[in-house]
């Protein structure tokens, strides 16, 4: 055997070698997620589908918009996916008096030493809460949402990178309470997902009556994955594979969505949207590619909020479910041609 076969096996043993270990991170990663969930679960009861979503939302590389009555636990979830992982954290309480530096930051003048100095605001954190978004100005609104678009700060013509990941979980009263100012659908559709926690099941209720309190789980989390995993865990979603029969059923819905006089269809940015969600929720259940479940699973939480529907109803209306146009679709349209 002469020299360049013999490095030529070497390489080839050296690559596999790299890639049987790469796929043992990439099983540790799924199954830490798997955990991370359990976790999350044992905190926010019964809302198993909402916790998983919110992860979802964080592995696309999106946003969170939470619509809720207050007390409906959406700042103990924010928390909790905080501390499980390990991510830096601030909550911003938004008020109609709110400017746009009081969250992004502005630059202070030293006066000795005759220079500006950038001190910079809550958003520089890995998740940051927007606690009742829509109880700010529209201008403070746009500051926050362009920040959050183009992952960076930007003042007096100075750029400041935002970490990573940047995750931000924005929550929303309803619209009929006074003091708010609904967002405008441009702004959100800034929002991977939109999601309602609803009221607790009559079992989940006695055990929040009976148990612990959830501030007091809270302190117990400790981090699952590390930044380095999740940012990892958010590749991983990219490669996550698509077939063609599926993008197929994926393209029905969004084209049922251009067929009403009633709501304006699902945009390109939408239409995205939605496949990244789906992609991520594989993931989040462990799969290798995504299936309709995935599709149909993420539907509603990416495009109710995107077809004309200003507030998610979470409850039950005269005794039946109310119907959201999203859930009207994924009936509507077959899985299959």
Do not use: W
């Amino acid at each position: 055997m002469d020299v360049n076969t013999t490095d030529m096996m070497k390489d080839m043993n050296n690559d596999a070698q790299a890639s049987l270990t790469h796929n043992q991170d990439n099983r540790v990663i799924v199954a830490k997620v798997q955990q991370l969930l359990q976790q999350l679960n044992t905190v926010i009861l019964d809302k198993p589908q909402a916790t998983k979503l919110s992860l979802v939302c964080l592995l696309a590389e999106g946003h969170l918009l939470l619509q809720d009555l207050p007390g409906m636990g959406k700042t103990t979830l924010a928390h909790g996916l905080a501390q499980l992982l390990g991510l830096s954290f601030n909550r911003v309480q938004f008020t109609n008096d709110m400017l746009p530096a009081d969250i992004l930051g502005m630059n202070l003048y030293h006066q000795n030493e005759h220079r500006f100095e950038f001190r910079r605001g809550p958003i520089f954190t890995q998740l940051l809460l927007a606690d009742e978004i829509n109880r700010s100005s529209p201008k403070t609104q746009s500051a926050l949402l362009e920040a959050m678009e183009e992952q960076q700060v930007t003042q007096d013509g100075q750029t400041h990178p935002l970490p990573t990941p940047f995750f931000v979980i924005a929550t929303q009263n309803p619209t009929q309470q006074a003091g708010v100012y609904p967002l405008p659908e441009s702004q959100l559709d800034r929002f991977l997902l939109c999601l309602s926690l609803g009221y607790p099941s009559a079992t989940a209720e006695r055990e929040l009556l009976q148990g612990v309190d959830r501030r007091q789980l809270l302190e117990t989390l400790s981090p699952i994955l590390s930044t380095e995993q999740v940012l990892a865990a958010q590749q991983l979603v990219k490669q996550v594979f698509i077939a063609d029969v599926v993008i197929d059923y994926l393209q029905r819905l969004v084209a049922k969505t251009r067929q009403s006089q009633d709501y304006h269809g699902l945009s390109p940015r939408g239409v995205l949207a939605l496949k990244k969600a789906a992609q991520a929720h594989a993931f989040a259940s462990g799969h290798d590619e995504v299936t309709p479940e995935d599709i149909q699973a993420v539907f509603a939480a990416v495009t109710d909020h995107r077809l004309g529907q200003r507030f998610v109803p979470f409850h039950h209306l005269g005794g039946q479910q109310y119907q959201t146009v999203a859930q009207t679709i994924v009936a509507a349209v077959p899985v299959m041609a």
